[in-house]
């Protein structure tokens, strides 16, 4: 039987990919020049950065993938715990995944990741 928690972590996690990807979709409109969520989906792939509509679709699953599973270890981490200071538990589950990630970034010399220059945050 799948249980709640599980559930909850599942739309969480789509729905935030989803919102991450209209997100950056936008911002490509602007003119960001820095990698993009899919991007991010393409390297782990194919630890390159191919181009296509193909790569974009498989970039994009392994994006709602990847945010679908953190979504549920947190569900899971508020499950076994109380339902007090959410916002820290977040918090402190945020920075423990993003640490992880720019480990792997450095670990695995992925450039596009662990080295975002200042000049590609500038939208102006």
Known sequence: MVKDWMISGIIAGGVAAV???????????????????????????????????LSDGLGLIAHLIWDIVLAMGFAYILHIGSSHYLWVKGLIYEMVIWFFIEIGAVLY??????????????FF
């Open 19 to 53: 919102i991450q990807n209209i997100y950056g979709m936008v911002m490509k409109i602007f003119g960001y020049g820095g990698p993009f969520y899919i991007d991010y989906g393409k390297i782990v792939l194919f630890k390159r950065l191919p181009q296509g509509v």
């Open 109 to 122: 010399r992925i450039p596009l990741i662990s080295e975002v220059s200042s000049y590609s945050l500038t």
